[in-house]
């Protein structure tokens, strides 16, 4: 038998799904924006770049030391994000699973 609180738990349940499912959508169309932009950022440097002049190297190096830098900072702010996700979705679970003991 359902409860007034069983469809209000679904009803949060769905809504945080529904947000995530969005927000993973959104997660690819500019992941997939941003890797062109990066490739195509890339290709410019490396055309633009004078390999003989060791200072470009330099500056080369120091740019792509920062670049993956940011891309792993990137990478673990998306992972603690999923990781909030997942604990908001184990917290409407135990809420489930205590009322459905009372």
Known sequence: MKTMNDEKLNAIR????????????????LLGFCTVAEVVGLAVVFWIIDWGNSTHQ???AATMLVWVNLALWVYALAVRNRVGEQRILRAIDVIASATDET
């Open 14 to 29: 769905g809504g945080a799904l529904q947000s995530m499912a969005r927000n993973e959508r959104w997660f690819k169309i």
């Open 58 to 60: 330099l500056i080369f």
